[in-house]
């Protein structure tokens, strides 16, 4: 089999050809190797590398494999970890001029599960500056093209990790999200993302440990393989109060029936600006799974003052994780940052404590909201990807964005009630991109969301014009303004962190 053919399959089918000898990790990991030098140039998906670390990795685990001692479930299989999460030995930049050639001790609690389980860490991927937006673009490793059109957006923050699948340079990579990093990219990238109930993976990097807008979470291109991945992620940590251990099992998931299953669906999250032609994608979508299921009908999404109130949590974390930063050196921090972080310091101990009592009741609506569906499908982007070089949607239907971030609110919304949600990938949309399906489970109901949304996987899987679209790499021309030419402090490692300056850290 070429190496190219090599990177489309799962995570799940090399690790059964690693179990039945057909495939050594060595040679996985140098058709990854190949498939990286060939198209990573295009989109710029992938920031610091540990090559020759893999190499040896690998080496290791088919000495392993071949005397049938793996050393986990996940043994000999390259990865890419997103740049806000730490990993030992290997550059960790966060996007951030301030960390440019920051190298961490220690790897966070995810990453080290990840390692323990027999993942080799290859890469990190790209994200925009500390996280904030939904674009990926930062000064230090320069912008991230989608796959599909390298003119345009793949998402953030967690928009390497989803191009970098998309365009299969790895078979699986980590995110996060507070307000759809881990979403909106894996939407507009054609691939799998998973947002999980706050309990379920262990954050205790978490700035504000109290406070569960952000969590971490898995992305593949399966479910399959995004549970692999899950379960070998999942777990309690006493540092994360929020954190609990979870009994199911996610590798084995119970089986759903489409035909059982009672599904809500709303075009805008209570009444959130959605471009027309986004719209009538999610209706065809919908009339595709409405004869397949028990019920589906509307409802009501308009669960209190969504918005407000992540204003407010957000610039709560951003003015706990950067305040004191922006105000030591203000030159080190981009303007979305310090806009985030101004917006905190307008905000008064009422603001926080409304925002705080206004989520609690609108987690108590959606909670009786879930007791009449199962899961909840909604439009994941309310437009196809734009320009790279813009940094968000200005208007949408008519309607000006007032903020950055607001054009995420499909997904922010969804944050609020810490349960879980997931985007398949549904086909295109009708300017041809990646178009991705949302569905919102019950809190604390991960197996029977991730289950409901295998059940659905089959379905648009069957179907010419909702399976999961896929980027030609071969085709796809560069970029017509050069992705790196934004890169004004490239990574350095003879450029330490200042040790006199405040903790580097993420709020998302």
């Not at 967690?158 to 909106?184: E, H, I, K, V, W």
């Not at 954190?243 to 590798?251: G, K, N, Q």
């Not at 986004?278 to 003052?305: M, N, Q, S, W, Y």
């Not at 407000?308 to 950067?322: M, N, P, Q, T, Y």
Request: proline share 7%; hydrophobic share 40%; with cysteine.
């Amino acid at each position: 089999m070429s190496g190219s053919r090599l990177c489309t399959l799962s995570a799940c089918e090399i690790l059964a050809a690693f179990a039945a000898k057909t495939l050594t990790p060595s040679e996985y990991l140098t058709a990854c190797l190949e498939q990286i030098t060939q198209f990573n140039p295009k989109i710029n998906a992938l920031a610091a590398m540990d090559v020759e670390g893999a190499v040896v990795s690998a080496e290791e685990a088919t000495q392993r494999w071949q005397s049938y001692t793996p050393m986990g479930p996940l043994d000999g299989l390259p990865i890419g970890v997103k740049d806000l999460q730490d990993t030992k030995g290997l550059l960790t930049t966060h996007g951030s001029i301030r960390a440019r050639g920051h190298v961490p001790n220690d790897d966070m609690p995810m990453v080290a599960r990840l390692r323990a389980a027999g993942a080799i860490i290859l890469a990190k991927t790209n994200v925009p500056e500390v996280g904030a937006g939904g674009n990926s673009c930062n000064p230090v490793w320069g912008a991230t093209g989608n796959p599909f059109d390298a003119n345009l957006v793949a998402g953030g923050s967690s928009g390497g990790s989803a191009a970098a699948l998309a365009a299969n340079l790895l078979p699986l990579c980590t995110g996060s999200d507070t307000g759809g990093s881990l979403r909106m990219p894996a939407a507009l990238c054609g691939i799998v993302g998973y947002r999980p109930s706050v309990c379920v993976i262990a954050h205790p990097t978490r700035p504000l440990g109290w406070s569960g807008i952000s969590v971490l979470g898995p992305m593949a291109r399966t479910i399959d393989d995004l549970t692999l991945m899950l379960e070998v992620c999942r777990g309690h940590d006493l540092d994360d109060p929020l954190s609990a251990p979870v009994s199911a099992r996610f590798d084995d998931l119970p089986e759903v029936l489409l035909q059982d299953l009672r599904v809500g669906y709303s075009e805008d999250f209570g009444g959130a600006p959605v471009d027309p032609a986004i719209r009538e994608t999610f209706k065809a979508r919908v009339e595709t799974l409405r004869p397949h299921v028990k019920e589906c009908r509307p409802v009501d999404l308009d669960l209190g003052d969504m918005d407000r109130c992540f204003d407010i949590l957000r610039a709560e974390s951003f003015g706990v994780a950067f305040g004191a930063g922006v105000q030591e050196n203000p030159d080190c921090f981009g303007p979305l940052i310090k806009e985030n972080v101004a917006l905190g310091q307008t905000m008064s101990l009422a603001d926080r404590g409304w925002a705080h009592n206004e989520q609690t009741r609108i987690l108590r609506r959606f909670n009786a909201l879930m007791r009449e569906v199962d899961v909840i499908v909604l439009p994941t982007s309310p437009v196809s990807p734009f320009a790279w070089t813009q940094s968000h949607p200005t208007q949408i239907d008519g309607q000006d964005m007032d903020i950055y971030y607001r054009w995420l609110a499909l997904c922010y919304r969804g944050s609020l009630s810490g349960g879980p949600a997931i985007t398949l990938p549904c086909g295109r949309d009708a300017y041809g991109m990646p178009f991705g399906l949302q569905m919102l489970g019950a809190v604390r109901g991960d197996a029977q969301l991730l289950s409901a949304a295998k059940a659905a996987e089959g379905l648009f899987a069957a179907k010419t014009e909702t399976a999961r679209p896929l980027a030609d790499m071969e085709t796809l021309a560069p970029s017509e303004i050069d992705l790196r030419s934004i890169v004004t402090h490239p990574s350095d490692l003879t450029k330490p962190n200042d040790p006199n300056s405040h903790d580097l850290r993420t709020a998302v």
